[in-house]
T-cell receptor
Framework: AQSVTQLGSHVSVSEGALVLLRCNYS??????LFWYVQYPNQGLQLLLK??????LVKGINGFEAEFKKSETSFHLTKPSAHMSDAAEYFC???????????FGTGTRLLVSP | DVKVTQSSRYLVKRTGEKVFLECVQD?????MFWYRQDPGLGLRLIYF???????EKGDIPEGYSVSREKKERFSLILESASTNQTSMYLC????????????FGDGTRLSIL
């Protein structure tokens, strides 16, 4: 069965610093991978997705993620954090051939001035 | 843009009550999902539906049931609410046949007293 591990339930950065949120997955088949963001009192919004092709995926708000098959990782990065990036971030893997998503436990990003 | 609307943002009910959470999507999506979100646990799938009148159990279906009488509407039912069902509930929808992201509603924060 697919599973997702997000290292660090909380990550703190200063405004302007690099953001790195870690995601490792397990999958018996080539995975489809997603990053979602959740702002307070809102639902989840898609940041980016990897299906096939280029392993470096660019998303909204300056975020990007790199699919590394050898490391079974899909880490999310942003070169320079902004206060508005403070939110909870979820990594998810989709069962190939199925419509279900398996989510990680989430990482809350805190951005200080 | 896809719109997934959950009928209530906040709901307070009493133990033993029968509770209905409603979700409507406006994009003719075949697939619909109900998740609950708890701190430190991420999102867990309760039930999903891939067609009208069809339903499948997710990872934590106990204490819940669902109804899908029309394609655009997916209802989650707590047969006899208990305090351990206090949570954030998120509905999502997805078109079939392609690798597309799930689209989420803004969630219903349910408190069972």
């Amino acid at each position: 069965a697919q599973s997702v591990t997000q290292l660090g339930s909380h990550v703190s950065v200063s405004e302007g610093a690099l953001v790195l949120l870690r995601c490792n997955y397990s999958s018996s088949v080539p995975p489809y991978l997603f990053w979602y963001v959740q702002y307070p009192n809102q639902g989840l919004q898609l940041l980016l997705k990897y299906t096939t092709g280029a392993t470096l995926v660019k998303g909204i708000n300056g975020f990007e993620a790199e699919f590394k098959k050898s490391e079974t990782s899909f880490h999310l990065t942003k070169p320079s954090a902004h206060m508005s990036d403070a939110a909870e971030y979820f990594c998810a893997v989709r069962d190939t051939g199925f419509q279900k998503l398996v989510f990680g436990t989430g990482t809350r990003l805190l951005v200080s001035p | 843009d896809v719109k997934v609307t959950q009928s209530s943002r906040y709901l307070v009910k009493r133990t033993g009550e029968k509770v209905f959470l409603e979700c409507v999507q406006d994009m003719d999506h075949e697939n619909m999902f109900w998740y609950r979100q708890d701190p430190g646990l991420g999102l867990r799938l309760i039930y999903f539906s891939y067609d009208v009148k069809m339903k499948e159990k997710g990872d934590i279906p106990e204490g819940y049931s669902v109804s899908r009488e029309k394609k655009e509407r997916f209802s989650l039912i707590l047969e006899s609410a208990s305090t351990n069902q206090t949570s954030m509930y998120l509905c999502a929808s997805l078109t079939a046949g392609r690798v597309q992201p799930q689209h989420f509603g803004d969630g219903t924060r349910l408190s069972i007293l």
